[in-house]
């Protein structure tokens, strides 16, 4: 008896141990000689080569083993120094451009000098004729003049935009662009042309309010740039409580700034400009406004401080208004795209769209294959859109933007043209969570851009560091300390997870089918596909 039970034990064992080398120790032997073997999360030995497809040029990588140094260059060596600099010294940021036919720029310069003076004439007889209004009344508008410059940083900034990106990366125009929106003079202020459609009115039974009920501003520059401003709303330290709901969230100026300096660091480039304003809403808002309806919504508070609201706010008592200190108010500026009669765009719904009611959930968050069906849906069943989608949602989920409900292109560059990363004030509202849901698009359709893997592995190198490149750049806006500390260190955190969700991708269905490369050729001729509604 004793020995069929030493007999039963010893195979019990031997099953168990059998088990645990084929189901745990295997794989992972597996795992490590495919790293050494063959293509890896990390890239190695893998040629990373784009090649022509379809007739399109495309950049050229190199066959790294994983994103290198500079020539010359160890960990050791790059200790000092400009880590910002050392990025964007990087090969993976200077790769070639393809060579750009002209019906891969958005706009020809005689298409868009031929507009800028019609501006400014529409500008001089609209003054004309404001002024004689004037006079009948006791209405006192400060009048600056305004200039015509064929070589403004906007109208260059125009001029630049492709089918790849808002602007290059070695364009000195964005920085002369930034700068102009910290200091150029403010000639004219109004509401966004989506408040006006709201003309004062907001149901309050709506879950979520119009997009006009966010105190937004368009104003015009001396040179007629056009600017959205967004005022501050909160103080950097504080954080969303956790039971708003996103679509009820604020919309913070921080956050748009802060957006543009990631955009431009991940090298999706798909950010407008944004700087930040110390602005004296009396004398470039109140005083410069042409609208009666902003006039009126100016008052002094009991602390002598001038204040100002959305008339939607006004009516419906839902949030409050913002004030100087005791005039001065910081906020964003962000520069506005071409104007839709010469660069029209299209607003489409994002797949992951979440559900802007209390109750409600959306296919995505209860369908683990929902991306299968995306797949079978045009335009996500050929070319980059889908690639793209999944870019978006990395770069929302280091911002913590859970209120991407939908997304817009350029109509000209049809269904291959880059999404616009807009409207991106709800980021940064939480350091202490990270949103997986937010990844849905890339841990369900398991598919990532090789170079965006590639820079996201870079960027997770201590001689790049996120955090450390990000703090960097947002030292250049003058309302820096843009991000607390906390923000900038969770961008780390993320990174990280965002990298562990490709490698279990790999993992699961192996690197060819996981990482792709990034230009794909067009099914067809541009055309944009179903369901796209003009935007403002």
Known sequence: MMRKDRLLLVVTLTTIFSADIYFILLPKLRNMMGQTSRHSCSCNGSDLALPRQGGLATPRLFNWTSPPFLDGMTPESMDGGSKLERLFAHPLYNIQTPVLMPEERLLEAEQLIKYYKKKVSRWERHMKTYSKALNWSNVTVAAHEVTYDPDASWVKFYLGINRYALYSREDPTILQLLKDLQSMTVVNADYTQDEKALKGACDCSQVVKPSGHHLKLALKMRNLAKVMYKPMRQQRDDETPEDVFYFVDFQRHN??????????????????????????????????????????????????????????????????????????????????????????????????????????????????????????????????????????????????????????????????????????????????????????????????????????????????????????????????????????????????????AVQQCVRRLGEDEVITNDFIKPTVNPTVTTEMELLR
């Open 255 to 500: 956050a748009e700034i802060a957006s543009f300096h990631l955009d431009r660091i991940l090298d999706f480039r798909r950010v407008p400009p944004v700087a930040g304003r110390q602005l004296n809403i009396t004398g470039e808002v109140l005083h410069v406004t042409h609208n009666e309806d902003l006039r009126s919504v100016f008052f002094t508070s009991p602390a002598n401080n001038t204040c100002f609201f959305a008339k939607c706010l006004y009516m419906c008592k839902t949030e409050y208004a913002v004030c100087g200190s005791p005039n001065h108010l910081e906020g964003s500026m962000s520069a506005y795209l071409p104007s839709l009669s010469m660069a029209p765009r299209v607003s489409i719904p994002n797949p992951w769209t979440r559900s802007y009611t209390f109750t409600g959930r959306q296919e995505w968050e209860d369908n683990p294959f929902y991306c299968d069906t995306v797949k079978q849906q045009p335009p996500y069943n050929s070319g980059n859109r889908l690639l793209n989608i999944i870019d978006m949602s990395i770069f929302d989920f280091l911002t913590g933007n859970m209120d991407r409900h939908h997304y817009e292109i350029f109509s000209n560059f049809g269904d291959e043209g880059f999404l616009l990363h807009l409207d991106n004030a709800r980021g940064f509202g939480k350091h202490s969570h990270d949103e997986m849901s937010i990844l849905a698009p890339l841990t369900q359709c398991c598919i990532i851009k090789r170079s965006t893997l590639l820079r996201l592995q870079l960027l997770a190198q201590s001689a790049f560091s996120l955090s450390d490149v990000m703090r960097e750049s947002l030292q250049s806006d003058p309302l820096h300390p843009i991000l607390t500390e906390p923000h900038i260190s969770a961008l780390d955190r993320r990174l990280h997870k965002v990298l562990s």
